[in-house]
């Protein structure tokens, strides 16, 4: 009984909230599957911590799918993170997530956000772009390459109302 009531959950619409400590172990291991650099569970627990660090997760069924982090200096924020879960992906879930986040950003008083991006993540630099955010620098080779050029860091930036 329990796990049919978990897979019909789990057919359900994402639940977005704000993502606490408890919810590092999770983000650890979507951010290990997401990037060639992982983060560990500590580090993820330490930032969540930060009074600065702000961080939005998407759920279903309990399971975590999806996450946003930025920091916030004064009005100034910076995306460290978003990824979705593979299985996840191509369904608007970070477009959402990041709505949701860069609106609980301009509440806590941000006018800025920045970000730097990997200029051939095609999904990532869609999202940025359709989310309003616009090229403001370029570090060429930054990002290494298995046996290629390393790619630039784009570095973006979107101004909140
Ligand atoms: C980048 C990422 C978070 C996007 O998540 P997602 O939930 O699939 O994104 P969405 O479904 O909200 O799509 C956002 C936009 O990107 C586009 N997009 C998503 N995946 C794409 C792909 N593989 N190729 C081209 N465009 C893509 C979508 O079509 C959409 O654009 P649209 O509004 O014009 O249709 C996800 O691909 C991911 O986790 N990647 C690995 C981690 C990463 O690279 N993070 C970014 C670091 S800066």
């Not at 702000?54 to 799918?65: D, Q, S």
């Not at 100034?76 to 992906?89: F, H, P």
């Not at 999904?123 to 955010?133: I, T």
């Amino acid at each position: 009984m329990i796990r049919l009531l978990a897979s019909l959950f789990a057919r359900g619409e994402p639940a977005l909230s704000e993502a606490s400590p408890r919810d590092a172990a999770a983000m650890a291991l979507l951010h290990a599957a997401s990037f060639q650099r992982g983060w560990s569970e500590h580090e993820v627990e330490s930032l969540l911590v930060e009074r600065h660090v702000i961080a939005h997760c998407a759920t279903i069924g309990g399971k975590l799918i999806g996450f946003v982090m930025s920091r916030l200096v004064e009005d100034e924020a910076e995306i460290l993170s978003i990824a979705v879960a593979g299985s996840r992906q191509r369904r608007g879930l970070a477009r959402n997530l990041l709505h949701l986040h860069l609106r609980r950003l301009a509440g806590f008083g941000a006018r800025t956000v920045f970000l730097e991006v990997d200029e051939h993540n095609r999904p990532a630099v869609r999202l940025y772009d359709r989310a309003g955010f616009h090229e403001i620098s370029r570090r060429p080779n930054y990002y290494p390459a298995a046996g290629g050029k390393p790619a630039a860091a784009l570095v973006l930036r979107r101004d909140l109302a």
